[in-house]
């Protein structure tokens, strides 16, 4: 989860038009917790560790990919969904259609379901959500399976990794309100705000800015007819529930990552009855939405036992945490005359450690700085200069992380905690979730559903032991003791969501479908393996390299402009003179 999503967040909205099929309307009911706490299992197996466990996991893609993904423009918007004249509360339309992933093509049903905006409003109009459903290819389906994404501010309408799970379960994906669908909680106030802030990313001046702009936002969106308070987690999870009765399934499976793991939280202690088993990737307790940055530098210092342990790492650094720490306290505002945001780099920094492959090139951006050489800290702030203002629907990514873990209380500095002086990079992320907080017009959901729940549910939680995003301690010490059918495997040396499906996908395909099918926990296929700190080519180089380019290009434009001139000289002084 983040307030600063490095994806292009609408990549896949719905754009279809469906025929009808009926369906009942929903009522829902919110049931009773049970206070009686049974004794959380826990995984056993090679990768199950406690917390302070040492080791690695490599991956094989290049760690400038992320970097080039967050400068990259976004995509053509699609014709909006509209409700269908004559429309009604749990009306569900659908036709067939082919879904596509990047290795195969399913035959499915995409379509439209109509709920309220908000639920709490008798009055409320109207919205549409895509739906897609990939029915199982087997002649033996088990329950379905409902995909819930991370984010906030991503959309939920396609998953690309069906296989093996799609040959038993139908895949559902239901759109997110507020950012799939026919209401979209654009802000192009807030791109307007980063793209002309006053002072650095996480000055006063600049959250200010950014928090008026979310007021502007939210004044003008309600001017147009939304209803804000219709877009937290509680209606999305009611949205889940109400597509479940639609499409007539008994009891359903969830697998979820980050953001989508506290919707699936809130769904198991909200609708227990209707959840199977439910499976939780990168997991996001309550509270998590904002990074506590004394996690951050435990982190960090995690990652120094690492360098210690790769031998090409602590021939540059003693300490790498500490290393980091002395760059941050002496970051030049300069390399040659490219400016130097220390704000951008601290931000972008904490996003790079997500994953292991990014975080090795992060790693290696600081130790090059250490020794001098900051031209990468150029091109990484650069960098978020390009991306940030447009790398989430904000509006959406407001409204639910407002909804539930950034409640404000009067005469706290929420900017200061998040960047004690003694931390090495602060919290970055959370001083400008709390910059949103200040303007956006949150409705916080219930109490009960902003701090953890007893639950029976059979769930398995998913964590990487480097997971800087949502930190496996978390789970560990928040979660699994109240869940009294709970496991939780880290895989050690992994970092966030990307690292546990691209690392040793295999393994991880195993493992989710024997915890789908049987309620197995089956870790078996995962390897061990250290952590890599080698970088190919680098955030220097590459900074460099784009310098030398374009010396090189104006050097080529001046050769060629003295050349032509050269040749109009020459053929001036050649022409004959007529007496």
């Not at 793991?261 to 088993?277: D, E, G, K, M, N």
């Not at 951008?344 to 997500?354: E, I, R, S």
């Not at 080529?556 to 003295?562: N, R």
Request: hydrophobic share 40%.
């Amino acid at each position: 989860m983040s307030f600063i999503a490095p994806v292009n967040p609408r990549a896949y909205r719905a754009d279809h038009s469906y025929g009808p099929m009926n369906a009942e309307r929903a009522t829902l009911h919110a049931p009773s917790f049970s206070s009686s706490l049974g004794n959380p299992k826990e995984a056993q197996g090679p990768m199950r560790e406690s917390l302070g466990s040492n080791g690695a996991a490599r991956v094989g893609w290049a760690s400038v990919s992320l970097l080039l993904a967050l400068m990259a423009c976004g995509e053509e918007e699609p014709p909006p969904i509209t409700v269908p004249d004559g429309a009604a509360w749990g009306d569900i339309f659908l036709e067939p259609c082919t879904y596509e992933v990047p290795a195969a093509s399913y035959e499915a049903e995409c379509g439209t379901f109509v709920v309220p905006e908000n639920r709490s409003d008798p009055d409320s109009r109207l919205i549409v959500l895509p739906v897609t459903r990939v029915p199982a290819t087997g002649s033996e389906p088990a329950e379905p399976l409902f995909y819930l994404e991370g984010g906030p501010g991503v959309s939920n309408t396609y998953f690309s990794r069906l296989e093996r799970l799609v040959e038993r379960h139908d895949i559902v994906l239901v759109g997110y309100r507020g950012i799939d669908g026919s209401v979209v909680l654009d802000c192009p106030e807030i791109t307007q705000a980063f793209e002309n802030m006053p002072d650095d990313l996480l000055s006063a001046a600049s959250l200010t800015t950014i928090a008026d702009a979310y007021a502007r936002c939210g004044e003008r969106l309600h001017d147009e007819g939304v209803d804000t308070d219709g877009y937290t987690m509680m209606e999305v999870v009611d949205d889940m529930e109400e597509a479940r009765i639609a499409l007539g399934y008994e009891r359903i499976h969830l697998l979820s990552e980050s953001y989508g793991t506290r919707l699936a939280l809130i769904y198991a202690w909200r609708y227990p009855q209707s959840i199977h088993r439910s499976v939780m990737i990168g997991v996001n307790p309550p509270g998590h939405f904002v990074w506590n940055p004394d996690v951050i530098d435990r982190q960090l210092e995690y990652y120094s036992e690492l360098c210690d342990r790769d031998l090409e790492c602590r021939s540059r650094t003693d300490d790498l945490a500490e290393t980091m720490r002395e760059v941050a306290r002496n970051m030049p505002a300069r390399w040659l005359v490219f400016p130097i945001k220390r704000d951008n780099v601290l931000a972008g920094t904490f996003m790079l450690l997500y994953h292991t492959a990014t975080a090795r090139a992060i790693f290696d951006t600081w130790l090059a700085a250490a020794d001098g050489d900051y031209s990468g800290f150029a091109l990484l702030s650069k960098t978020i200069d390009l991306m940030l203002p447009n790398a989430s629907v904000w509006g959406e990514s407001a409204a639910k992380a407002t909804s539930a873990d950034y409640a404000i209380e009067p005469g706290r500095d929420y900017v200061a905690e998040m960047s004690p002086p003694h931390s090495i990079i602060g919290s970055p992320a959370s001083a400008l979730g709390w910059g949103a907080a200040a303007g956006w017009p949150s409705k916080l959901i219930p109490g009960e559903y902003r701090q953890v729940q007893p639950s029976d549910v059979e769930t398995l939680l998913i964590s990487g032991s480097v997971d800087f995003s949502t930190p496996a301690e978390a789970a560990t010490e928040e979660l699994l003791p109240h869940l009294t059918n709970g496991h939780q495997v880290i895989l050690r040396e992994f970092g966030h969501t990307g690292d546990v499906w691209t690392l040793q996908p295999e393994a991880t395909k195993q493992l989710l479908v024997s915890y789908f099918d049987t309620g197995t926990v089956d870790e078996s296929l995962f390897a061990y393996q250290p952590m890599d700190f080698h970088v190919g080519l680098g955030l220097p180089d590459i900074a460099k390299l784009i310098v030398i380019g374009f010396v090189v290009s104006v050097l080529v434009v001046a050769v060629v402009m003295w050349l032509v001139y050269r040749l109009i000289r020459k053929r001036r002084k050649k022409k004959p003179v007529i007496l």
